[in-house]
T-cell receptor, first 114, second 114 residues
Framework: GAGVSQSPSNKVTEKGKDVELRCDPISGHTALYWYRQSLGQGLEFLIYFQGNSAPDKSGLPSDRFSAERTGGSVSTLTIQRTQQEDSAVYLC????????????FGPGTRLTVL | AQSVTQLGSHVSVSEGALVLLRCNYSSSVPPYLFWYVQYPNQGLQLLLKYTSAATLVKGINGFEAEFKKSETSFHLTKPSAHMSDAAEYFCAVTHSGGYQKVTFGTGTKLQVIP
């Protein structure tokens, strides 16, 4: 596609529910990153995919968080039993093999846990 | 190991004045450095990047940054601020080869006063 897309753009859920956030990277980009941006905070790294593998999951804050990537393309970030502290903007970025190593970001999903 | 420090979480300048946003990095290997801009309710957009070529890098919207190895700095400047420059700016560091984890600074919110 022309850019990185994320869905939904906004998600409001109740505490304890599970949510799934989706990222569609730029076609052909092998690397995919998830970040979390809480109000007034910088970007918190969550997980990195190279193809369908996740060699770095070190940023996932708890075992309630998981992510997968299929077909080397779409990625889903799942948060189980959501808590109010999970409220944040979740950003996805992708990067190709060529070029200057920059990441291309999607618009983000704003998650609000009531 | 790598890290980024952005001095000043908030910077205010008058319209037409010089913009200077500070970024210092730490990296055990030659770094690649980036500045991204985030407008309200949007993802991050690349402003400029340093990838070991020219030390003075020009980006979009009249911004530029100079890589100074001796000072481990990569400050972002613009000679004359416009109202449209009001946004949050993030400095980031990575390196070549292998898994390229990207480390972001905590961001600097730029306010432009008319």
């Amino acid at each position: 596609g022309a850019g990185v897309s994320q869905s939904p753009s906004n998600k409001v859920t109740e505490k304890g529910k599970d949510v799934e956030l989706r990222c569609d990277p730029i076609s052909g980009h092998t690397a995919l990153y998830w970040y979390r941006q809480s109000l007034g905070q910088g970007l918190e790294f969550l997980i990195y995919f190279q193809g369908n593998s996740a060699p770095d999951k070190s940023g996932l804050p708890s075992d309630r968080f998981s992510a997968e990537r299929t077909g080397g393309s779409v990625s889903t970030l799942t948060i189980q039993r959501t808590q109010q502290e999970d409220s944040a903007v979740y950003l996805c970025a992708s990067r190709g093999l060529a070029g200057g190593h920059e990441q291309f970001f999607g618009p983000g999903t704003r998650l609000t846990v009531l | 190991a790598q890290s980024v420090t952005q001095l000043g979480s908030h910077v205010s300048v008058s319209e037409g004045a010089l913009v200077l946003l500070r970024c210092n990095y730490s990296s055990s290997v030659p770094p690649y450095l980036f500045w991204y801009v985030q407008y309200p309710n949007q993802g991050l957009q690349l402003l400029l990047k340093y990838t070991s070529a020219a030390t003075l890098v020009k980006g979009i919207n009249g911004f530029e940054a100079e890589f100074k190895k001796s000072e481990t700095s990569f400050h972002l400047t613009k000679p004359s601020a416009h109202m449209s420059d009001a946004a949050e700016y993030f400095c980031a560091v990575t390196h070549s080869g292998g898994y390229q984890k990207v480390t972001f600074g905590t961001g600097t919110k730029l306010q432009v006063i008319p």
